[in-house]
């Protein structure tokens, strides 16, 4: 098997657990698990960063880098991020947080490579977030994943104190809808940026 035929293996998986320990120090390291358990990206996130520059390689030696994410902005509330796939170099699509939408109910754009809005990634329910957002941040995230107005992915939060876990089911995308790059971008965006309200 060729290098780029096990590259694109790696977004072939149905499910996805994304791991983000919440008492490191500076930054953050996000390790995504593929449906066999293994680590199939990792990444790195720098402190103190005014515009996220989020790097997604094949593993721990970060020796290969796949994806980059990148906010188009510096500290934009309606922040936008291109997603790049770095050994091609070509554009995947962007992500685009709803701004003031997003301060009761998380909601963010998919967009494809030619910034034409594709689909949305949501908070599956506004009274969950209320409470979530006023009262207790221990009440787990659920989000929906459309495209073209189908739903094509569930997105899960795990309550746990000390690490962030989101759980990812791209099964329902029968119809293969959703490049699964932008998919994880998504969801490492809901990791890194929204888990900063918390």
């Not at 290098?3 to 120090?25: E, F, G, M, Q, W």
């Not at 977030?129 to 787990?140: G, H, K, S, W």
Request: charged content about 30%.
């Amino acid at each position: 098997m060729s290098v780029n035929a096990s590259l694109a293996d790696v977004y072939r998986h149905p499910t996805y657990l994304i791991r983000r320990k919440i008492l490191k120090i500076l930054g953050a390291d996000f390790h995504i698990f593929d449906s066999t358990g293994s680590v199939a990206l990792f990444s790195r996130m720098k402190a103190f960063k005014l515009r996220e520059d989020i790097r997604l390689y094949a593993g721990e030696d970060m020796s290969q880098e796949l994806l980059t994410i990148k906010a188009r902005q510096i500290l934009d509330f309606s922040a936008a991020y291109d997603v790049v796939d770095t050994p091609s170099r070509s554009k995947v699509g962007s992500v685009k947080r709803k701004g003031w939408r997003s301060l009761l109910r998380d909601e963010w754009i998919l967009m494809d490579a030619h910034d034409r809005e594709i689909g949305r990634v949501i908070e599956d329910s506004t009274a969950l977030a209320l409470v979530r957002r006023f009262l207790t941040n221990l009440v787990p995230q659920r989000y929906s994943v459309e495209v073209d107005g189908a739903v094509v992915a569930h997105f899960r939060q795990n309550v746990n104190p000390f690490v962030i876990k989101l759980n990812l089911d791209f099964a329902p995308d029968v119809a293969d809808r959703l490049d699964r790059r932008l998919g994880l971008a998504a969801a490492i965006l809901l990791c890194a940026v929204e888990g900063k309200q918390g």
